[in-house]
């Protein structure tokens, strides 16, 4: 043998003897029986979905060989929540089929770095189609399962593209999250109970129909468009819809967004069984609009411009391809506002009318902050009659409930405000008629006005205690 290679050492150049070991070391050492499948994190821009779901599942599935484990809780969470370390087995079942996972941690490439994180999936060949057919699904049916179980419900908001650290956060759209702890369901919001029943039987609906879409060849999304005064309930209704269905909320702040690009990239990165959320979307328009103008007169260019035609088109467009279970809801004050775009039939499935208190309306909110029905108590008649014929939101009527613990001051306190509503309206009909009408509706409009500052602050405020959070 010695001999052999040393011949052959002489005789054969270097370049081809080390081209013909390694075929003969390709064809004679014998193939390995498994297969094993590599599972990313990401998609390019989006999440994988096999990687959520495995993520999820294998918190399930630790073994006592495991000896390394993640343990994480939030304040809010029913349970821990497990995860693995760096280079962890899970040795699974299914079948007949004995299947490894393994989860793995590189660092990244620059110049973006960072850790990436994938799961590796081995198992015997022959099983392959069993593993892609059968088990894959299962796996994310059992993900599901679990994620529903103890599933806390996140309000997204945009953050500002400047403050954002993490650079695959800014590539994915930039979305912070807090735990949503809105209360509102819909046992608590005051609204006309058919108006409610026709909402919750219309999610239904939507949530049973995933065979129906894809027959008719349709994504599977529904659109709601919410408007009335402030006060009555329109941002209550989005977190009880959220609540209902324990779907994430994606508040979308339009005019945060400046480009095309930049809208794609975030709704990428949104996940699906969420509502994306667009508030006071009168507002918004106008100052797409002016946005617009502006670009107009700098661009004759006008490439990159946002309208909101062209955002429903896009959110059309990337929802039929990759969007499952997604719910768009428009709020506005001023349904005569809004851009005509929004109001063609076809685009909104469902125009929801948050109306003032209704008598109805304020025997549920007696019942919630008070603990009271109408039985015997003298208030009822007066505060319907009053109600009847005076313009008051719920969010009126709920704070003057919750001024006192006794039921009987409460009330006295919300007819008396009542009163003070009707004398207001009365004395501004009166006005209209002698001519100090445009006074008034000055007054209204600043009022308004007070008001949407207001909720601009509120907003605002939420967004630094998310950042704050965050720190
Ligand atoms: N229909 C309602 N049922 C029960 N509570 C309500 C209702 N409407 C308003 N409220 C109370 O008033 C508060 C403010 O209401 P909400 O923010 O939902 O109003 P909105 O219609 O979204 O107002 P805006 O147009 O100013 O955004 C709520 O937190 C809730 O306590
Ligand atoms: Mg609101």
């Not at 630790?62 to 484990?69: A, M, Q, V, W």
């Not at 690009?261 to 797409?288: K, M, P, Y």
């Not at 008070?370 to 005076?390: C, Q, R, V, W, Y």
Request: charged content about 30%; overall charge positive; proline content about 4%.
């Amino acid at each position: 043998m010695m001999l052999v290679r040393s011949v052959a050492n002489e005789l054969i150049p270097h370049q081809l003897r080390s081209y013909l070991y390694s075929a003969f070391r390709y064809f004679f050492t014998p193939l390995s029986p498994d297969l094993t499948l590599a599972i990313d994190e990401r998609c390019g821009m989006s999440k994988n979905q096999v990687y959520e779901a495995a993520e999820v599942y294998l918190s399930t599935r630790i073994s006592p060989k495991t000896e390394r484990l993640k343990l994480s809780k939030t304040r809010k969470q029913k349970h821990f929540t497990i995860g693995l370390e760096k280079g962890e087995l899970v040795v699974d079942g299914f079948e007949d089929v004995r299947l490894t996972w393994r989860f793995v941690c590189t660092e990244g490439q620059k110049p973006h770095g960072g850790e990436k994180k994938h799961f590796e999936l081995s198992f015997n060949k022959k099983h392959k189609d069993k593993v892609l057919d059968f088990y894959l699904p299962y796996v994310f049916l059992k993900a599901e399962e679990i994620k529903k179980q103890d599933k806390m419900i996140k309000l997204y908001s945009r953050q500002c593209p400047f403050s954002c650290e993490d650079d695959n956060e800014r590539r994915g759209g930039s979305w912070g999250s807090i735990i949503l702890e809105h209360p509102a369901t819909f046992d608590t919001l005051a609204m006309d109970p058919a108006l409610k029943k026709m909402i919750i039987d219309d999610l239904e609906m939507f949530l049973r129909r995933k065979a129906y879409y894809k027959k008719v060849g349709k994504a599977w999304k529904r659109g709601y468009l919410l408007y009335g005064p402030p006060g009555t309930g329109k941002s209550s209704l989005v977190a009880a819809m959220a609540n209902y269905l324990k779907f994430d909320i994606y508040d979308l702040g339009l005019t945060s967004v400046r480009s095309d690009a930049e809208l794609r990239r975030t709704l990428l990165s949104t996940t699906n069984r969420s509502i994306l959320l667009i508030e006071d979307i009168d507002c918004s328009s106008e100052v797409l609009e002016r946005q617009m103008r502006n670009k107009n007169k700098k661009l004759p260019d006008k490439t990159g411009q946002l309208t909101l035609s062209g955002i429903l088109n896009c959110i059309d467009g990337l929802w039929s391809s990759c969007g499952d279970e997604r719910i768009i809801v428009f709020t506005t004050n001023y349904k005569d506002r809004i851009d005509p775009a929004l109001l063609r039939p076809g685009r909104m499935d469902l125009h929801i009318n948050m109306s003032y208190c209704t008598t109805d309306g304020f025997r549920l909110l007696a019942s919630n902050y008070l603990g009271i029905s109408s039985k015997h108590n003298p208030f009822f008649a007066e505060i319907d009659s009053l109600l009847n014929s005076t313009e008051a939101t719920p969010a009126e009527a709920a704070e003057e409930l919750m001024k006192s613990d006794d039921p009987n001051i409460a009330l006295q306190g919300l007819v008396n405000f009542l009163k003070r509503k009707r004398d207001e309206a009365d004395d501004e009909t009166e006005n209209k008629a002698t001519g100090c009408g445009e006074v008034d509706s000055s007054v209204r409009r600043l009022n308004a006005i007070v008001s949407r500052v207001k909720r601009l602050k509120t907003n605002v405020d939420r967004r630094k205690i998310m950042m704050r959070k965050r720190k």
